[in-house]
């Protein structure tokens, strides 16, 4: 009698704490899960902010773009002013040297070519308004100089402004990468423990309920990737992997798209695409929607488009590219992987 009570005894304290530890574990897995939502909303907010700084980041390569060409604009009006200005100078010293290299000549021939003294102070009223005429023409020249002189000063102080801007945003960027990646695996591992403090939770409401039957179900999620061929024109594809080897070495400028001015990213793409006749966007964002879409690197051939979060870059195979980098770096080759970012599309445009 006394070891049938003490087996039942044990039996309900047995259950009792099968039961405890059920509801443990699904508070645990309650927490969890609203942790895990807390976490998956901060890195929308995250992932928000990065998508307005890549907003700004491609705003601000067509703001340097512009830029760029205005400043050659405004070069080639200093160097006319400056060049029309030593022709006006050079004039001027000549009709000098007409007037006044033989002083004594001259003033003989103003005085025996002179029929009275009026003649003459009008000859010598004359010689004085030619060079008062050189003299004030030389100073509108001057001042012109000077006024797109300024000019120059301005644009590039603009320019200077803007590549600060570039920087910080480039800056707060790679921030947000690693913050976002941080946080992803964050999620990822509270995946990890939900799963963990769900399994505790049904294994302890499986020995809670042992005597029922057990089932168990699996889930198969099929994903299909559908990969959109290109038209392929390997001798556009070829040239455009030679104007991008012709491109190593030039500097990195903010707004460049040129060899005569440098590059930034976008505008790598854009020179050489262009001087091939074919038609891209200015900007990264823009050349990243355009084209036709490859669906993977593998997939990828030499001439496509490699794209990142405000970057791109020319593919020249075995998973190399050619790009502009940031400033102060030159145009060079790089692994696809070698960014420490994430390739978001890779683009054909040939």
């Given at each position: 009698m006394r070891k049938r009570v003490f087996k039942t005894f044990a039996a309900t304290l047995l259950i009792t704490s099968l039961a405890a530890s059920a509801v443990f574990a699904d508070d645990d897995v309650t927490t969890l899960k609203n942790q895990k939502s807390q976490a998956e909303s901060t890195l929308d907010d995250l992932k928000n902010q990065l998508a307005?700084?890549?907003?700004?980041?491609?705003?601000?390569?067509?703001?340097?773009?512009?830029?760029?060409?205005?400043?050659?604009?405004?070069n080639q009006q200093l160097a006319e002013a400056e060049e029309?200005?030593?022709?006006?100078?050079?004039?001027?010293?000549?009709?000098?040297?007409?007037?006044?290299e033989d002083q004594s000549a001259t003033i003989s021939d103003v005085f025996l070519s002179s029929a009275d003294m009026s003649e003459l102070l009008n000859k010598?009223?004359?010689?004085?308004?030619?060079?008062?005429?050189d003299r004030e023409q030389l100073d509108e020249m001057a001042a012109t100089a000077q006024a797109v002189a300024d000019l120059k000063a301005e644009v590039e102080e603009k320019e200077?402004?803007?590549?600060?801007?570039?920087?910080?945003?480039?800056?707060?960027?790679?921030s947000l990468y690693t913050t976002i990646e941080e946080q992803e695996a964050s999620i990822e591992n509270y995946d990890e423990l939900i799963a963990d403090a769900t399994e505790k939770a049904a294994a302890a409401a499986a020995a809670r309920t042992a005597a029922s039957s057990k089932k168990s179900t699996t889930t198969t999620t099929t994903t299909t990737t559908t990969t959109v061929t290109a038209n392929n024109n390997s001798s556009v594809a070829n040239q455009i992997v030679s104007m991008a080897y012709s491109c190593i070495g030039y500097n990195?400028?903010?707004?460049?798209?040129?060899?005569?001015?440098g590059f930034d990213c976008s505008g790598l793409i854009y020179y050489i695409f262009n001087q091939l006749g074919i038609s891209v966007s200015r900007t990264s964002s823009g050349q990243?929607?355009?084209?036709?879409?490859?669906?993977?690197?593998?997939e990828a051939q030499p001439g496509d488009i490699i794209c990142y979060p405000g970057h791109v870059g020319i593919y020249i195979g075995n998973n190399m590219m050619i790009h502009a980098p940031v400033p102060g770096k030159k145009v060079c080759t790089i692994n696809v992987y070698g960014l420490g970012m994430s390739i978001t599309s890779i683009r054909r445009y040939w």
């Open positions: 307005y700084v890549l907003v700004q980041i491609d705003e601000l390569e067509q703001q340097a773009a512009d830029l760029t060409e205005e400043k050659e604009e405004v029309k200005l030593a022709q006006q100078y050079d004039d001027m010293k000549l009709r000098i040297k007409y007037m006044y010598t009223n004359y010689l004085q308004s030619v060079y008062t005429y200077e402004a803007l590549a600060q801007t570039s920087q910080e945003l480039t800056d707060k960027q790679a990195y400028v903010s707004g460049g798209a040129s060899p005569s001015t990243a929607s355009g084209g036709t879409k490859i669906s993977s690197i593998s």
